[in-house]
């Protein structure tokens, strides 16, 4: 099957400059490079599930000003449906990214048109309800977030949200998620405390049912509410830029979830079997480990040939 996967989120123009070392705070450090490329982490999972070989549709917005013209084309030359991305005055959202040698980042964003995404309207809940996955991130205004995921809920679609950037959730919220997916730091925001992975997600299956704990370049933990925890190893690369890795990361998982056994059509769904978890979450971490290939964020994003071909290498023909 083709996965379905509507995305509600931010679309921004990455300001990036290659530096020696990530500056600290009032320190000046030269950088080596720069370039302008389209991102924000509704955009990024966007185009990650498009180019995964999901059937992906985006409900956002962009300013009027130069960049909305090259933000929307990014995406559609992914092979995302655009017909729901908005056009709003003022400027559409940056991001200002250093990466250093060690392919580190620090990133600063201006959400511009992005916070201008504060409702939903028909056409976009009917176009969620229709969808096998909602993938959702923290980038634009809760009000949408929390709307969607209403929709979602409603026309029985799987609720996955990536809880980025970090910050507490309103339990209306998460009642609504189906899968959180979070790195460390963030699902310590969420419950409060900073802990082991294991602790952490004991305590953030006090909120969902269901978590994916990414753990970088050693992988990802799952857990959920029927008792079965797991860990992946991520394959071994040379990483050059971790920029978009997490958005690969998440948006191959939105494919893989829907693709490996979620039944579209129940208001809760997902994979049961522990072998189709595992293969689900190999894929997408080896969706993260082929972008931090290469620099850049959506322009660094894999195809699914190129995901299937090092799942393959590390994890075998069965992925």
Known sequence: MTARVVVVGSVNLDLVVNTPSLPRPGETVLGHGFDTVPGGKGANQAVAAARAGGACAFVGAVGQDGFAAQLRDNLATAGVDVTRLRSVPGPSGVALIAVDTSAENFIVVAPGANGGLTRLDEADKALVAAADVLLLQLETPLTAVTEAAEAARAGGTTVILNAAPARSLPAEL?????????????????????????????????????????????????????????????????AVDTTASGDSFTGAFAVAWAERGATPGTAVAGVAAPEAVVAALRWACAAGAACARRPGASTAIPTRDEIDELSATTYGATG
Not at 180 to 194: C, F, K, M, S, W
Not at 203 to 211: F, K
Not at 219 to 238: I, S
Request: hydrophobic fraction near 55%; aromatic fraction near 2%.
């Open 174 to 238: 998460l009642a609504l998620v189906d899968v959180l997916v979070v790195n460390q730091g963030e699902a310590a925001t969420i419950v409060g405390r900073d802990d082991e992975p294991e602790a952490l997600l004991t305590a953030l299956l006090d909120l969902v049912p269901r978590v994916v704990l990414t753990l970088g370049a050693r992988g990802a933990a799952y857990a959920d509410r029927a008792g079965l925890r797991l860990t992946v190893a991520a394959p071994r690369v040379d």
